[in-house]
């Protein structure tokens, strides 16, 4: 079941993102010869007009085919004298850079929606930036758990609300985050602990903790907890709230894959701190029990990622198109298809190198 959401989530983000290239350039005049989502063989296509739509039996990708947008010397001669001016390159610089920016703005639109629909609908959130008339206090939420750690092996999930935690005679009651973690970080044995499935119910759980888990020297319960506040929004304001939520989140993202980059050329990535496709497939399963609303969040949050990731000004990506294209613009020449195609090969396979090693860390980590 993780599987085939992970597939409708990235089938989602790709759509949204390939469909903003190809408005684009129908709207700047280009050509645009093939639209797909997934990759041949294709389950199902037709020609409509000029543009053959595609739906790919592998699900893992997605293109606008656009004329003349992959420089090739033989092709080139090909093109007609009609069709010579409605190719990628035939435009202005502006029309090129608006196109290949449009895949990465309109997966900022998307998660912009997702964000203001839960918001409206109401969710639990750690931000406190929203007028205290559409929040209401929660408590402490537990956001995330390590497996086979002490807090897990307790029987403690995603969701629930930290009420109590004893050790002998201590007790640490109806308190914030850093008042449990400050608790735990002295505590280390005999932890008993009542929490609640739904902060609104008056149901209680308990459940017991013999020990923490020493990892490198420090005592771990394998959980991150929040500070919880329910939000709920009117629909026209959500909308307002939301874009300066989704702005925020993007620049945490932006600044955290800049500096993962930034490690890798310095050979100091923490690999950890990154997830490929097997990782977010666990991640999604474990985002779906919790409800829709946080589901609709993980895939706003993976549509910026992917919207900041195809924004890097790296060959390969649309942010490393635009780099191109600026320096034509500065230099009023044009690229060789030679260097283009020889550039962008190697971060092709810079990319996929790194994918690959993504993902055997993400194997890695499961056992």
């Not at 980059?261 to 496709?277: E, H, K, M, T």
């Not at 977010?280 to 993976?302: D, H, K, Q, R």
């Amino acid at each position: 079941m993780s599987i085939l959401i992970f597939i409708l989530i990235l089938s989602l983000l790709i759509f949204v993102h390939e469909l903003g290239h190809f408005l684009a350039a129908k709207l700047t005049g280009m050509k645009v010869e093939e639209f797909s989502i997934g990759f041949k063989p294709a389950i199902y296509q037709k020609k409509v007009g000029e543009t053959n739509y595609v739906l790919g039996s592998i699900p893992i990708g997605g293109y606008v085919k656009i004329l003349g947008e992959n420089p090739d010397d033989n092709q080139e001669k090909k093109i007609s004298k009609k069709d010579k001016k409605r190719t990628f390159a035939s435009k202005s610089k502006l029309s090129q850079i608006i196109v290949l920016s449009m895949g990465v703005f309109f997966n900022f639109i998307l998660a912009w929606i997702l964000i203001s629909i839960t918001l409206m609908s109401g969710i639990s959130t750690s931000s406190n930036n929203f007028p205290s008339k559409y929040s209401q206090n929660e408590g402490v939420k537990i956001l995330a758990l390590e497996k086979d750690f002490p807090a897990d092996k307790a029987g403690l999930k995603v969701g629930d609300t930290i009420i109590k935690i004893s050790s002998k005679d201590k007790i640490v009651f109806d308190k914030n985050a850093k008042d449990f973690r400050d608790f735990l970080k002295e505590n280390k044995e005999n932890l008993k602990i009542v929490y609640k499935k739904d902060w609104k119910s008056k149901k209680i759980f308990r459940t017991e903790i013999k020990s923490l888990k020493e990892k490198d020297g420090r005592f771990l319960a394998g959980v991150i907890m929040s500070d919880s506040v329910q939000v709920k929004i009117p629909f026209f304001k959500s909308f307002y709230y939301g874009l300066g939520s989704t702005w925020e989140k993007l620049k945490d993202i932006s600044f955290g894959l800049f500096n993962f980059f930034g490690d890798i050329f310095r050979w100091n990535a923490d690999l950890d701190s990154v997830s490929g496709p097997i990782g977010i497939v666990s991640y999604t399963g474990e985002v779906a029990e919790i409800g829709l609303n946080y589901l609709l969040i993980f895939t706003a949050i993976l549509s910026l990622n992917l919207a900041v990731i195809n924004f890097l000004p790296f060959p390969a990506l649309d942010g490393g198109r635009v780099v191109f294209v600026l320096i034509e613009a500065i230099t009023r020449k044009k690229i060789s298809n030679s260097i283009f195609n020889w550039v962008n090969g190697l971060g092709f396979i810079f990319l996929i190198g790194l994918m690959i090693v993504i993902t055997f860390n993400d194997i890695f980590k499961l056992f």
